[in-house]
T-cell receptor, first 112, second 114 residues
Framework: KQEVTQIPAALSVPEGENLVLNCSFT??????LQWFRQDPGKGLTSLLL?????REQTSGRLNASLDKSSGRSTLYIAASQPGDSATYLC???????????FGSGTQLTVLP | DTAVSQTPKYLVTQMGNDKSIKCEQN?????MYWYKQDSKKFLKIMFS???????INETVPNRFSPKSPDKAHLNLHINSLELGDSAVYFC?????????????FGSGTQLSVL
């Protein structure tokens, strides 16, 4: 059974800092890994999708890396802004049913 | 032009009632999902459904039943609501569940069972 863990559960940083969010998963036989952003009272927005054959994906100030063999992914956010404040969730697609398994998220607060 | 829309946003009801949550997507996707987010913020798949096949997660009580009148709609009906059903329910869609495509989520329905 796939399990996804995200550390830390919460993170508070001053504006402008670069930061790293961590995600680990127990079964390395994955199809892909996605990073999502969730704002309070809203749904999830997919930020980056990394296929199992890829090592990283970039979008603007976001960079996500994948080390499938060690069961780890990181989301790097450069030059953080208060608008980046949200909960960031990692999810992996695995198994014969190709279902997404989510972590519990990292709640990020960027202080102005 | 909301891609995935679900209604209602909030639902407060008494234990034992039957309720439905509606979901519609205008993305032309073949696959739709229902997820449950509990108080600890874990998101768990309940159902995935495409125009060919319904896949039921075996951990979901049979009080929960998805209904899809067409591939753009996937409604969730819940019978005999229990206190433990209180959660946020999210609808989502993707082009096809077989391929590695992004999911698009609705904004969620917060269900409170009293």
């Amino acid at each position: 059974k796939q399990e996804v863990t995200q550390i830390p559960a919460a993170l508070s940083v001053p504006e402008g800092e670069n930061l790293v969010l961590n995600c680990s998963f127990t079964d390395s036989a994955i199809y892909n890994l996605q990073w999502f952003r969730q704002d309070p009272g809203k749904g999830l927005t997919s930020l980056l999708l990394i296929q199992s054959s890829q090592r990283e994906q970039t979008s603007g100030r976001l960079n996500a890396s994948l080390d499938k063999s060690s069961g780890r992914s990181t989301l790097y956010i450069a030059a953080s802004q208060p608008g980046d404040s949200a909960t960031y969730l990692c999810a992996v697609k695995s198994g014969s049913a190709r279902q997404l398994t989510f972590g519990s998220g990292t709640q990020l607060t960027v202080l102005p | 032009d909301t891609a995935v829309s679900q209604t209602p946003k909030y639902l407060v009801t008494q234990m034992g009632n039957d309720k439905s949550i509606k979901c519609e997507q205008n993305l032309g996707h073949d696959t739709m999902y229902w997820y449950k987010q509990d108080s600890k913020k874990f998101l768990k798949i309940m159902f995935s459904y495409n125009n060919k096949e319904l896949i039921i997660n075996e951990t979901v009580p049979n009080r929960f039943s998805p209904k899809s009148p067409d591939k753009a709609h996937l409604n969730l009906h819940i019978n005999s609501l229990e206190l433990g059903d209180s959660a946020v329910y999210f609808c989502a869609s993707s082009p096809d569940r077989e391929y590695n495509e992004k999911l698009f989520f609705g904004s969620g329905t917060q269900l409170s069972v009293l």
